[in-house]
């Protein structure tokens, strides 16, 4: 019993068997690329600081962004989420991490990110303790591959100082 | 197909199969382009179950030689007794 | 008489001797996806080692029938993670992205907000009614690998159970049918 069928049968198990070793192989090659990420990230303006009723000090800002991330990029990569946070410690929290403002960078050819943005979230926190606070702008970036192990990286840009009073 | 075309059928299968898996992953990393290695592995896997699915002429070139009738009744089966054919065919239904 | 006893005989004994292989041999099928699936559970450490994506809510990161493998591990969570998690009062799990943490000093609790990168606001309004934040116990795994289109197969059989049906009749039929 050697049928048409079941050699169809066959190839089509092998080979989805090989297509998902290649897959395993493109990301595995992915662990051996070594990126090297350029990023600098400045806050230029406090657009409103102030209390909310709820008593959680709030923050928008406004800051410049900007970045290469072109190698990132690798034949396995479908996009890259890049983003910034604010992070901070205080007596309540040992670590506050605040997204600020996110981007999907679709490929390597819009990779080169020069900007002068609005934070997308504002700076909330648990609490009241962003006066005089020191904050460290974090940028973090999440490559999302075409199939297989998804990337997480970080790099600590510059630390900025909110000022003592609110603002309204 | 023949014993030997099931053989080579497989073989074949197995050969192409990851043949063009290899050349699809090099052709996709050195073209930086993961849907091109996607493109060539599907061409390497309809090209392989064209030549390995249907049953070609090529697979049936070792027929198997059967014992021409006219000899075979010259070497008559052994007769064997009512009794005996029962026990023998349970046995071949069991290993069936 | 005897005789014709005797066949009958063997033909049953031989029956249910093939039957019970078959039925053994089905009971292998499902007892290794078990297995399979257990040890997952296992060794990702997460209750769904596997998810499929139901929602347009990742776009374009992930669509609607892609893969995502989970782990859960005591690493401590944060931004940027994708995490898969259960909010009280709802059936469906939901796959999104961490956008904010907040960690105690002393108990090391967490508290996270979470936003589908496709979504144009963060998630308070799918958590349970009055729900600020999600807890670490929230939390199913974080996505750390991924697949596209495979989970189609999944999405069609539970929105088509006539496919399913088919299918695992299908399958029976094979096993039941092929002989030795």
């Given at each position: 019993m050697h049928s048409w069928t079941q050699r169809l049968m066959g190839a089509a198990t092998t080979a989805a068997v090989l297509l998902a070793a290649a897959c395993a192989a493109a990301s595995a090659l992915d662990a051996f690329h070594v990126p090297a990420v350029q990023a600098q990230a400045h806050v230029t303006k406090i657009n409103r600081f102030h209390k909310q009723i709820n008593g959680n000090d709030k923050v928008t800002l406004t800051f410049n962004v900007s970045a290469n991330l072109e190698s990132l990029f690798t034949w396995n990569t479908k996009q890259v989420f890049v983003f910034l946070t604010a992070e901070y410690e205080n007596a309540k929290n040992s670590l506050n991490q605040v997204s600020l403002w996110d981007h999907i960078v679709p490929d390597k050819e819009h990779a080169n990110l020069q900007l002068e943005v609005k934070s997308k979230y504002p700076l909330i926190d648990?609490?009241?303790?962003?006066?005089g606070k020191k904050v460290q702008l974090v940028l973090h970036w999440h490559v999302m591959p075409n199939a297989g192990a998804m990337i997480r990286n970080r790099m600590m840009l510059s630390e900025f100082k909110l000022p003592d009073a609110y603002s309204s | 197909m023949d014993w030997q075309g099931q053989k080579r059928a497989e073989m074949l299968m197995q050969v192409l199969l990851v043949a063009s898996a290899v050349a699809a992953f090099l052709a996709g990393y050195v073209r930086a382009d993961f849907q091109f290695m996607l493109l060539v592995y599907a061409a390497g896997v309809v090209l392989t179950a064209l030549v390995t699915v249907p049953n070609w002429p090529f697979f049936n070139r070792n027929p198997l030689k059967w014992l021409d009738a006219a000899e075979a009744e010259r070497h008559p089966r052994p007769q064997v007794s009512a009794g005996a054919a029962a026990g023998g065919k349970k046995k071949s239904g069991k290993n069936k | 008489m005897g005789f014709v006893g005797d066949t009958v005989e063997s033909i049953r004994s031989m029956q249910i001797r093939q039957v019970l292989t078959q039925i053994i041999s089905l009971g292998m099928i499902v007892t290794s996806a078990l297995i399979i699936w257990k040890g997952l559970i296992v060794f990702t450490g997460s209750e769904s080692p596997v998810v499929v994506v139901?929602?347009?809510?990742?776009e374009p990161g992930f669509k609607r029938g892609d893969i995502l493998f989970l782990h859960m591990s005591k690493d401590p969570i944060r931004t940027g993670e994708i995490v898969v998690f259960n909010v009280d009062g709802r059936e469906i799990p939901i796959v999104h992205r961490v956008i904010k943490v907040h960690e105690r000093q002393d108990t090391a609790e967490v508290d996270i907000l979470t936003k589908g990168d496709n979504n144009f606001g963060d998630d308070r309004l799918l958590y349970a009614h009055g729900q600020l934040w999600l807890q670490r116990h929230h939390i199913m795994g974080r996505a750390v690998g991924y697949l596209p289109y495979v989970g189609w197969v999944t999405i069609i059989m539970t929105e088509k159970p006539f496919i399913k049906y088919l299918l695992i009749g299908a399958l029976g039929l094979l096993v039941i049918t092929s002989k030795d």
């Open positions: 648990q609490g009241s303790s962003l006066r | - | 139901l929602s347009g809510s990742m």
